[in-house]
């Protein structure tokens, strides 16, 4: 099972825990967007997997003129968007945590 | 082994495969970063399946199966949802950036996350997508070429003294043995054994656990194993390969390996096994003479069975891949079963059942039944570059599907040799036998029991220059069978 667990923040909705990111992740999330959110904010700290279903959405997401911030994203996620040619055009905004 | 899973186009779903491709890739020896990669690639053909490939039913299934060799894992998703071309379906980098079409971005992902990424079309039996990567083995190979050159040197067995009396007891081989039995390989071969398996206490010690070896060991009047004699149950039939043989150099010329041969020969027929039966490799009549001395009778020829490889003993590489024959030993005697024999092969495989001293009694049916769909299943050897296709059914569909197996095998993997198998039991397989003639097979021989407890008819499609005259059969039958297929090959 893969339980999303967020919490929203005025404007802002928090993923906090994501162990995988994937279809199924991203449409749990859509679900829970609405109008209002205008910022995602992901911990990946626990996070080892995502694929393109994940990343395109938080492309989309953020090209969409919405806030995006991530926090210890995994190592396969730059590799996947310099496969998927994307890396030199999405100025991801993230931070990785010293103990991570 | 190879491990099944069957499961519904649920998007609930994908988090637990994940979650077990990638225990399992760390299990087969990837390492981290590599087992995501190819978690990733099944992530993303699972989310596509469930995604596209059932665009008009609510709930659908497909399947997922896991295999494992020891150089190679491959995972194979099948599935009978709407046509699809991958092709048809490339990734744009350009198209993504500018208007937000992603499509094809997955399949980019899977092709670069994999070593093989094979699309098989099996027309209406639906398709196939085949997900390798190669282990990496060259880690394991410096391993071994280090410790081989700190080896202290091997005594001289021919310089050694072979002690007059020697008494040694031979027993079936149980789950303890297993570091006796690595040990042996060493001190053996030191590290050219071709089966790096037997390198292994804890593989030795997991096959002898799953059952799905049988063998004995040979010890010494100290305990100390001085030779081991084993073979392999087959997944699906009750025969088995004598494949791992092995007597330590002081203790050869003493009737070991007999002893041992004849013991196994014995725990098989104990075990019921319907046969035994070794693949002897062709550029040198060894093995096919060690065969045929225990009554083994060679029953095919398979052409290109192997790469090149580098064999010791041998000044220079062997020119082309290395061929085979089947040499079988029925284990008991089989009452007169009903076979259905293609007529341009009928002689052959009747001198085949005979020499094997099979009854048979041949029959033939004008209209025979066919089931609904037909039912193949393909097996791709990555290492050896060789493909089988089993039939297990035929259908109306069997010259579409095989056909369409065959060109999607040979435009993406163009295999040196493709065998495949037509049961002689199903009386539709004269009549079938045309068709995959016409796709370019020719005869290979006989392989008895080697499915579902029946015999088949191997065919194979070489795809690779050969000559035929480096190829060297031992028995006079081995000859007549080769004698045919250069035949056809030329």
Excluded at chain 1, 60 to 77: A, C, D, T
Excluded at chain 2, 13 to 42: K, M
Excluded at chain 2, 158 to 182: G, L, M, N, R
Excluded at chain 2, 348 to 360: A, R
Aim: hydrophobic residues 35%; charged residues 25%.
């Amino acid at each position: 099972m893969n339980i999303v667990n967020t919490h929203k923040d005025g404007t802002t909705i928090q993923v906090r825990d994501c162990k995988t990111f994937n279809l199924q992740t991203k449409n749990v999330l859509k679900s829970r967007l609405t109008d209002k959110i205008t910022k995602l904010y992901i911990d990946f700290s626990h996070c080892k997997l995502i694929d393109s279903e994940g990343i395109i959405f938080l492309y989309e997401w953020q090209h969409s003129g919405n806030e995006l911030e991530l926090k210890n994203p995994p190592e396969i996620m730059f590799e996947i968007l310099n496969i998927l040619e994307l890396d030199d055009t999405w100025d991801l905004n993230y931070f990785i945590t010293e103990d991570n | 082994m190879d491990i099944q899973l069957h499961i519904s186009t649920d998007e609930e779903v994908i988090t637990p495969v994940c979650d077990f491709t990638y225990s399992w890739c760390i299990n087969c020896g990837l390492n981290d970063p590599e087992a995501t990669r190819f978690t990733v690639a099944v992530s993303e053909l699972v989310s596509d399946i469930i995604l596209f490939a059932f665009p008009y039913e609510s709930k659908a299934s497909f399947d997922l199966t896991f295999k494992q060799t020891l150089s190679n894992i491959e995972v194979v998703v099948s599935e009978a949802g709407e046509p699809f071309d991958p092709d048809q379906h490339r990734y744009n980098p350009k198209r993504a950036r500018k208007e937000g079409d992603f499509e094809g971005a997955g399949l980019r992902l899977i092709r670069r996350f994999c070593d093989e990424f094979l699309f098989i079309n099996k027309g209406k039996e639906g398709k196939e997508f085949r997900l390798s990567k190669r282990l990496n083995v060259h880690d394991i190979d410096e391993l071994l070429e280090l410790s081989r050159s700190k080896k202290p040197e091997e005594p001289d067995s021919s310089k050694t003294a072979v002690p007059e009396d020697i008494s040694y007891t031979i027993s079936q081989i149980t789950p303890s043995d297993a570091e006796d039995i690595a040990k042996l390989i060493y001190r053996t071969y030191e590290y050219s054994y071709s089966k790096e398996d037997l390198y292994y206490p804890k593989k030795i010690e997991k096959t002898l656990l799953g059952k799905e070896k049988l063998g004995v060991i040979t010890r010494n009047q100290n305990g100390m194993a001085i030779g081991y004699f084993a073979v392999l149950k087959k997944e699906d039939s009750n025969v088995a390969e004598v494949g791992e043989a092995v007597v330590s150099p002081d203790y050869r010329r003493r009737g070991i390996m007999s002893s041992m041969m004849e013991q196994l020969i014995l725990t098989a027929k104990e075990h019921q096994l319907d046969g035994l039966y070794g693949k002897a490799v062709t550029l040198h009549p060894v093995s096919q003479r060690v065969n045929h001395k225990y009554n083994f009778i060679t029953t095919a020829l398979m052409l290109a069975e192997s790469n090149n490889i580098v064999f010791k003993g041998f000044d220079e590489e062997y020119p082309q891949p290395v061929s085979v024959v089947i040499d079988y030993l029925p284990l008991f005697e089989t009452e007169g079963k009903k076979v259905y024999l293609p007529e341009p092969y009928a002689d052959i495989l009747l001198e085949t059942y005979n020499e094997l001293g099979v009854s048979v009694s041949r029959d033939y049916e004008s209209s025979p039944t066919m089931a609904e769909k037909s039912d193949i299943q393909l097996t791709i050897d990555y290492q050896d570059n060789t493909s089988l296709i089993v039939v297990n059914r035929y259908g109306s569909d069997f010259n579409t599907v095989l056909s369409n197996m065959l060109e999607s095998l040979q435009e993406q993997e163009n295999p040196n040799a493709v065998y495949i198998d037509l049961p002689l039991e199903n009386s539709a397989t004269p009549e079938q036998f045309d068709i995959v003639k016409s796709l370019g097979f020719i005869y290979c021989g006989l392989a008895p029991m080697f499915h579902q407890d029946s015999d088949y008819l191997r065919l194979q499609k070489i795809n690779t220059a050969l000559e035929l005259e480096l190829i060297e059969i031992f028995s006079d039958f081995g000859q007549k069978i080769k004698a045919l297929i250069a035949d056809e090959y030329c």
